[in-house]
């Protein structure tokens, strides 16, 4: 089990206002599997993702990422679990623009501690495999939205983290470049990478074997995507 979650609330104190974002949430996900976080504005799906993705502690239950218990961690510890373990694919790329796409990619080998020459070897590696072989030392205003996300893509991969965190992936993109992202998403679940996708569009949801949507803190469904593992089998 890579991501096992047991009982997991998060209350925000907002002025004299209590919110409860999450309500006792328990979910599994296996090494391997590409699954969706699906629901409106409100639900909780980004407070998970955050918890699944080490950016904050729950204010009650168990996280277990790749068999380490982070859920009482401090920010610290947690910090070096995100940069190990986590490959972050935001919605606004998040990319440094005075940094070409291989620079961009090698950052988090920087904070890994690896040499100089270790990490533009992987970082070549990585954006050959999200065919950007031909655009390593552009900076990303030389590049069109969807060769950016191809490029930080490529950054979440570069550590062979346990798991691709995806927060809207394609919201900043137009249809045809989102189909070609979700495509690249395919192609990387495909090679034995974990995915998970957060999304409020059912269209994006799709591309996941497994839907998980949330309401109101609470899980509402937890189901495997039929239409997807029949093209697939």
């Not at 409860?20 to 979910?27: G, Q």
């Not at 998970?196 to 495997?224: F, K, M």
């Amino acid at each position: 089990m890579l991501i096992s979650i047991e009982h997991l609330n998060k209350t925000y104190i907002m002025g004299a206002e209590k919110v409860e974002a999450l309500k006792d949430v328990s979910l599994q996900i296996d090494r391997g599997e590409y699954v969706a976080l699906m629901g409106p504005s409100g639900s909780g799906k980004s407070t998970l993702m955050n918890l699944i993705g080490c950016l904050d502690s729950p204010t009650r239950g168990k996280y277990w990422l790749n068999g380490i218990e982070v859920s009482t961690m401090s920010d610290s510890e947690l910090a070096e679990v995100r940069n190990k373990q986590i490959g972050f694919v935001f919605q606004t790329f998040n990319l440094l623009p005075r940094l070409t796409a291989l620079e961009n990619v090698a950052l988090p080998l920087v904070y890994a501690g690896l040499p100089k020459e270790e990490r533009l070897k992987k970082a070549r590696a990585a954006l050959e495999a999200v065919g950007l072989g031909d655009r390593m030392l552009h900076k990303p205003n030389e590049l069109s939205g969807g060769q950016r996300q191809r490029v930080a893509i490529a950054r979440a991969l570069v550590n062979n983290p346990a798991i691709i965190l995806a927060d809207e992936p394609t919201g900043n993109l137009d249809t045809k470049t989102s189909h070609e992202i979700m495509a690249l998403f395919e192609q990387l679940h495909r090679a034995g990478n974990t995915i998970v996708l957060v999304t409020h569009e059912a269209d994006i949801a799709q591309h996941a074997y497994r839907i998980v949507r949330l309401r109101d803190g609470l899980v509402e469904s937890d189901e495997r995507n039929e239409h997807v593992a029949t093209l697939a089998s």
